[in-house]
């Protein structure tokens, strides 16, 4: 049995730049120790939605950590937001080996990881997922080509 805990949710309107700026500045340590480039790609500067600014971090923060660590030395991370219509598209992507698709299905699942015993709890991903859904958002990801995975979010605008 999963016995899931819910942390209380403080909704309210948040400025998504300035959240992500301060995620990335968080992560400065790990883009340098492996030598990657970032690049970021804002569709404007006052970028709006209903989130709680704590648990929006802690996606943020999960999501590129993870493409932080799948990436290789030298490689690419971005991170991009852009509005479509009467939404918001978050996108994360990464230059590793990819996700297999014996296993993509399985990704978003409780205490399943592929990192190595010590390196993951497996929990990363499904509590990302779990705050997602809890601001009626959604999350996939896709193959980055020529290499690498795609996570893309995507929030109702407020």
């Not at 219509?85 to 080996?97: A, L, T, Y």
């Not at 009626?136 to 193959?143: A, C, N, S």
């Amino acid at each position: 049995m999963f016995f899931a805990c819910e942390m209380p949710q403080e909704m309210q309107p948040v400025e998504l730049n300035p959240i992500i700026e301060s995620t990335l500045k968080l992560l400065t340590p790990s883009f340098r120790e492996k030598n990657l480039k970032l690049i970021k790609k804002f569709g404007s500067d006052d970028i709006r939605l209903r989130a709680d600014k704590v648990q929006f971090t802690q996606v943020l923060f999960n999501l590129v950590m993870n493409a932080i660590y799948y990436s290789p030395i030298k490689g690419t991370v971005g991170v991009s937001i852009i509005e479509k219509g009467k939404n918001i598209q978050i996108r994360i992507s990464d230059e590793g080996v990819g996700i297999d698709s014996k296993i993509e299905d399985k990704i978003f699942e409780p205490f399943f990881t592929t990192k190595p015993l010590g390196e993951g709890s497996g929990l990363g991903l499904s509590v990302v997922h779990g705050i997602i859904s809890s601001h009626k958002g959604t999350i996939e990801h896709r193959p980055n080509k020529p290499k690498g995975t795609v996570f893309i979010l995507v929030f109702p605008k407020l």
